[in-house]
């Protein structure tokens, strides 16, 4: 009932700059948090920023290791969530995953978690 369609992957070197986005798309109600996570080779998946709008909750939280670096924003018109990666380094490379935790409205409100289907980005040294 949800789709999020990833873009904006790619490969770059070391101190370049890419942005992702993400939009969701279906029977949404709501959008309580949208964000991104990220998953090296041999690595678990790990929270990169994630922006949280859920009613009087909202904020915006980021990896130690991209503050600074990277800035997560949302456009709620296009229910998309964009992240702005400058001064990239080796270490980013990984593939993104979008991540949504979205209310859906069928024949009644069911709330569930849901992922993209992932964009690699690569950066070279």
């Known amino acids: 009932q949800v789709q999020l369609d990833e873009s904006g992957g790619g490969l770059v070197q070391t101190g370049g700059s890419l942005r992702l986005s993400c939009a969701a798309s279906?029977?949404?109600?709501?959008?309580?948090?949208m964000g991104w996570y990220r998953q090296a080779p041999g690595q678990q998946r790990e929270l990169v920023a994630q922006?949280?709008?859920?009613?009087?909750?909202?904020?915006?939280n980021y990896a130690d290791a991209v503050k600074g670096r990277f800035t997560i924003s949302r456009e709620n018109a296009k229910d998309t969530v964009y992240l702005q990666m400058n001064s990239l380094k080796p270490e980013d490379t990984a593939v993104y995953y979008c991540?949504?935790?979205?209310?859906?409205?069928?024949?009644?409100?069911?709330?569930?978690?849901?992922w993209g289907q992932g964009t690699q980005v690569t950066v070279s040294s």
């Open positions: 279906g029977s949404i109600f709501t959008i309580h948090a």
């Open positions: 922006i949280i709008s859920d009613g009087t909750i909202s904020g915006i």
């Open positions: 991540n949504a935790d979205i209310t859906i409205i069928t024949n009644t409100f069911i709330r569930d978690d849901y």
